[in-house]
């Protein structure tokens, strides 16, 4: 059964979003990543049973820098949590989904991640995610 994760919102500056979202919401940050191959620094914020995550992009290159270069600010991606990735990776691929890379990876958390690519998924990324 999937389960919402988190909501990823791509941001210019950690520090900025995370003022903004404790300032509207009483939101602050609770965890805090940098995954350098990535190019891109997360932090996590935690809404009930849901996170959003920010990222940002460390230097000009990679796919986070290209996304806020094209469209700017705000949702990434969302995730959903899977209890076993290769299955549910398996599935989507089988119900005509498009995978971004062809096998999960680690990602932020230590938790073993897959994107399905927006096109095959309603125009929007979706991270599959086991923790």
Do not use: W
């Amino acid at each position: 059964m999937l389960t919402l994760d988190h909501v990823g919102i791509a941001v210019r500056h950690l520090g900025d979003a995370a003022q903004v979202y404790k300032t509207l919401f009483g939101l602050t940050i609770t965890e805090r990543y940098e995954l350098p191959a990535e190019g891109v620094r997360i932090a996590f914020v935690r809404s009930g049973a849901v996170d959003l995550e920010f990222l940002e992009p460390v230097g000009e290159g990679g796919p986070l820098a290209t996304f806020l270069a094209t469209r700017g600010p705000g949702l990434h991606h969302i995730a959903f949590r899977v209890p076993d990735i290769k299955a549910a990776l398996a599935a989507a691929v089988a119900g005509g989904a498009t995978p971004v890379e062809p096998a999960p990876r680690r990602g932020a958390r230590g938790s073993l991640i897959a994107f399905l690519h927006p096109s095959t998924a309603g125009g929007v990324l979706v991270e599959l995610v086991e923790r």
